[in-house]
T-cell receptor, first 115, second 108 residues
Framework: KAGVTQTPRYLIKTRGQQVTLSCSPI?????VSWYQQTPGQGLQFLFE???????NKGNFPGRFSGRQFSNSRSEMNVSTLELGDSALYLC??????????????FGPGTRLTVL | DAKTTQPNSMESNEEEPVHLPCNHS???????IHWYRQLPSQGPEYVIH???SNVNNRMASLAIAEDRKSSTLILHRATLRDAAVYYC?????????FGAGTRLTVKP
């Protein structure tokens, strides 16, 4: 079974631009979560989508948004990029049951650099 | 949010057991204890999880204190490939909040 894939793997943008990152979950997984990882703040939860609906949300500004398509693929968008948005963005998929026992499978991440 | 406390770093010798502690004194009755690890240049990967009883799988064992205020991840024989950052997470929905984790160094 193919793992979680994220595209692109690396991205360089300038301040003020917007960016869209893509995540393809493992086949059959209906939940997709997004995380931001920086050296200073560590791994921080952005949001989770399940069956095209945002089910959980972390403490990030509205510039960070996402969506999920009917095939469970998900995209994350960041508008008006700031230098502090430079980070590794990780996507994770799971079967998506509502219990806390769902193993999450992470992709390799997209490394975003904002200049 | 329920929080966990882990040592910043630990060292182990190859082929020896490793005990990675985690304190979670504010754990609620419905919180599951999950462990993930992140190898260099990779996304995190699931290691093990439990609720009240000790758990074993092919990767590790999880020992949970009777009062559930702490837990210990046990790697029975550390290998160089186990060098990673290990995260202890409390989970009761699909919203995972990672702490700083423990950076495990394995010496040959």
């Amino acid at each position: 079974k193919a793992g979680v894939t994220q595209t692109p793997r690396y991205l360089i943008k300038t301040r003020g631009q917007q960016v869209t990152l893509s995540c393809s979950p493992i086949s059959g997984h209906r939940s997709v979560s997004w995380y931001q990882q920086t050296p200073g703040q560590g791994l921080q939860f952005l949001f989770e989508y399940f069956s095209e609906t945002q089910r959980n949300k972390g403490n990030f500004p509205g510039r960070f948004s996402g969506r999920q398509f009917s095939n469970s693929r998900s995209e994350m968008n960041v508008s008006t990029l700031e230098l502090g948005d430079s980070a590794l963005y990780l996507c994770a998929s799971s079967l998506g049951g509502t219990g806390p026992y769902n193993e999450q499978f992470f992709g390799p991440g997209t490394r975003l650099t904002v200049l | 949010d329920a929080k966990t406390t882990q040592p910043n770093s630990m060292e182990s010798n190859e082929e020896e057991p490793v005990h990675l502690p985690c304190n979670h004194s504010t754990i609620s009755g419905t919180d599951y204890i999950h462990w993930y690890r992140q190898l260099p240049s990779q996304g995190p990967e699931y290691v093990i999880h439990g609720l009240t009883s000790n758990v074993n799988n092919r990767m590790a064992s999880l020992a949970i204190a009777e009062d559930r205020k702490s837990s210990t991840l046990i790697l029975h024989r550390a290998t160089l490939r186990d060098a990673a950052v290990y995260y202890c997470i409390l989970l009761n929905n699909n919203d995972m909040r990672f702490g700083a984790g423990t950076r495990l160094t394995v010496k040959p």
